[in-house]
């Protein structure tokens, strides 16, 4: 490879791929939290779904978040999801805080 790889050059068969199995991975690992992903890097399975609508994924929110999910978001929620805690809530409004603006 002559130039150096970035982001925005990666192939996006390549891209996509590595995007795929990050959805699976958050797919089968359900004791990470949508609150701790948000608390710790800012952006959660929910995110991912409107990111995938914002990339031309013509579903609405529902669609986009089963897609996410690998199921209904309201029986992934009945399912896997707990109750935030005060200290989960805190962390994740400091984590937002460092999100860049537009993204």
């Known amino acids: 490879m002559d130039e150096k790889a970035t982001i925005d050059t990666l ?3 390549i891209a996509a791929a590595a995007f795929r199995r ?5 797919q089968q690992r359900h004791d990470a ?5 948000m608390g710790l890097a800012g952006f959660c399975r929910n995110c991912l779904a409107d990111w995938i609508r914002d990339a031309g994924f013509e579903g609405d929110k529902a669609e986009a978040r089963a897609v996410i999910h690998g199921m ?3 029986e ?3 399912t896997y ?3 935030a805690t005060p ?3 805190a962390r994740m409004e400091e984590s937002l805080k460092k999100n ?3 993204h």
């Open 11 to 13: 192939d996006d068969a």
């Open 22 to 26: 990050l959805v699976h991975h958050l």
């Open 33 to 37: 939290q949508n609150i701790d992903l």
């Open 72 to 74: 209904p978001f309201a």
């Open 76 to 78: 992934w929620k009945d």
């Open 81 to 83: 999801q707990s109750e």
């Open 87 to 89: 200290e989960q809530l």
């Open 100 to 102: 860049a603006p537009g």
